[in-house]
């Protein structure tokens, strides 16, 4: 066990990956000299070489398609997208190739790999670097999609999606990248996918969340001694329907945080999950506290990020309702 | 007749394989006008280019195509049985009819599962490039598109990465004047093969409608590309004889076309040229065009009678181990 932040804990993931398998091979923008512009890829190019740690010309549509090429040619790529803003020019590989090729070819042709990329905002990033677009990749059949919350769950996440069998988008929630720390083992360990994790448990009311608001939730649950149950999804498709069910069916009580965009969140597809599978366990109305439907602005992130006050005003809000 | 001859019997290979894709494909465009097939891409015109490139490809090198490729596969010896399954979408078809017809998948032939997205398997096969270079196979892949993929991000983003990174692939531009309904000279201002400069790359052009030209030039760039010298362009020209698919009505934007027989059309200069080497003559080609005529109704009488696939595989196969959504959601469609 070794204390490391998420940066750390991604870069021993794939280190790892590195020195155990030669077909593993790492391809993004400045990933290698640089080290990526997060250092998530710091001295991985030095250890295994130029043509395993690929430096890419400035081509997110080039970096996934050639990525997919390689995985269906017996490599197990990761491939980097340097801020998830930049993904767009490549969704037609990822939704179009990545996400159908083991359907439309029977199972001949499949693409076993990882794609990384950063979101979310709180860095002071502007409309282009803060985006939190993981609906976009949730709604289509084929892909799988994760996001850690701490280093422990990022390495482990990591390690479980690169033996898949099939496409994981991965998620790395930004602002955590260093401010999250916490023991990670030094070897190989998972993380596995499609699982919740319930991070504390508590009975008057259920708090799903995920990725970058899992600390803030935490925080405030802390701070205002909630009676909390906190889930921590982990993995955003498919959706961990028992962990979502159990909890609510023991509080009764749901507040979903996200920073995305709220229509057609994942907010809102966890509501309709409630509502179809366990409407009469409910004692109060879902509520959802989310980033606006508007653009991820400069100035004014603080007022964008759910914060403490629209947290408490939900939790609040349920918990004294009826 | 001279004697058999390597050079004799890959030529007489290559015009069959023109013969059985052109029998094959009146027949489809055929039976979909009579309601037994749904839709259908013809390839009429671009027989020869594509058993030219097929000629100077192995078998275990890997093609990343689109559409329009039945002539590439049957010359590299898909059987037609996997092409009219794929096209009827019956319970023999590999994907149990999940795609629309002329979306062919081979993994025994080395034929990568077409998408329609035009020019996204251009990146695919530089990845697939760098893989072999990287295992150090002596493979190499062939990737296939229309003039029209010419214009798209994908196109460029594929050149580009084979020229930075000298990855062992061919591009073969199929231009047969068309896209759908925009001519070649609508959709860029300059010779295709000319661009293969910006990307550090060879490009050359071919007479398309000429296979032994095709194969010429293709044998070229597949011989660099196995020594390790890079990607190459190759820009073949031929015609679009027939519509875009089943569903386009090519009157509405083009007045002249090249009809079936005339001096034009690749299996007639095909003929010339085999006849000119005295590798055949007209009782050959008739022979040759009657065993292909039956070969191609037999096997199409004999598909057609395959039931269609169960319902379940249409929503089966999406991941490896599938979601409960989808189990919960199949449970309520069937």
Known sequence: ?322 | MPEDSEERNKFIKAYTAMVLSRTLDRKIVTSQRQGRVGFYTPTMGQEALQVGASMAMETADLIYGYYRDVPLMLHRGVPIETIINQIMGNDSDRAKGRQMPSHFSSKEFNFMSVQSPVATNLPLATGAAYALKYQKKKNIVLATFGDGSSSTPDFHAALNLAGVFELPVVFLCENNGWAISLPVERQTKVEIWTKAEAYGIKGVKADGNNFVDTYEKVNEAVKRAREGKGATLVEATSFRMGPHSTSDDPTKYRTENVEEGSEKDPIVVSEKILKQRKYVDDKMIENIKSRTHKLVEEKFNECEKISPPNPSTAFEGVYKNTTWMLKEEVEDIL
């Open chain 1, 1 to 322: 066990m070794t204390e490391m932040n998420m940066v750390q804990a991604l870069n021993s993931a794939m280190d790892h990956l590195l020195s155990k398998d030669k077909s593993v091979i790492l391809l993004g923008e400045d990933i290698g000299k640089d080290g990526g512009v997060f250092r998530v890829t710091e001295g991985l190019q030095s250890k295994y070489g130029e043509d395993r740690v690929i430096d890419m010309p400035l081509v997110e549509v080039g970096i996934v398609g050639m990525a997919i090429g390689m995985a269906l040619t017996g490599l197990k790529p990761i491939a980097e997208i340097q801020f998830q803003d930049f993904i767009y020019t490549a969704m037609d590989q990822i939704i179009n190739q990545m996400a159908k090729l083991r359907y439309r070819s029977g199972g001949d042709y499949t693409v076993p790999m990882v794609l990384r990329t950063p979101y979310g905002g709180g860095v002071k990033g502007g409309l282009y670097h803060s985006q939190s677009g993981e609906t976009y990749f949730a709604h289509t059949a084929g892909l799988t999609v994760v996001t850690p919350s701490n280093p422990y769950d990022a390495k482990g996440l990591l390690l479980s999606s690169m033996e898949y069998g099939d496409p994981v988008i991965f998620l790395e929630p930004k602002r955590l990248y260093r401010s999250s720390k916490g023991e990670v083992p030094d070897g190989e360990y998972k993380v596995p996918i499609g699982e919740a994790k319930n991070i504390k448990e508590g009975n008057s009311v259920s708090i799903i969340t995920y990725g970058s608001m899992v600390p803030t939730v935490l925080n405030i649950v802390e701070k205002h001694k909630i009676d909390a149950d906190v889930i921590d999804l982990r993995t955003l498709l498919p959706l961990d329907i028992n962990a979502i069910l159990s909890t609510v069916k023991k509080t009764g009580k749901v507040v979903i945080v996200h920073e995305a965009p709220r229509t057609l969140g994942m907010g809102a597809e966890i509501s309709a999950l409630i509502a179809e599978k366990a409407i009469d366990s409910l004692l109060g109305p879902i509520l959802r506290v989310t980033g606006p439907d508007s653009p991820f602005p400069y100035r004014w992130e603080e007022y964008y990020l759910p914060n403490e006050k629209r947290i408490m005003k939900a939790v609040n809000s349920v918990m004294t309702y009826g």
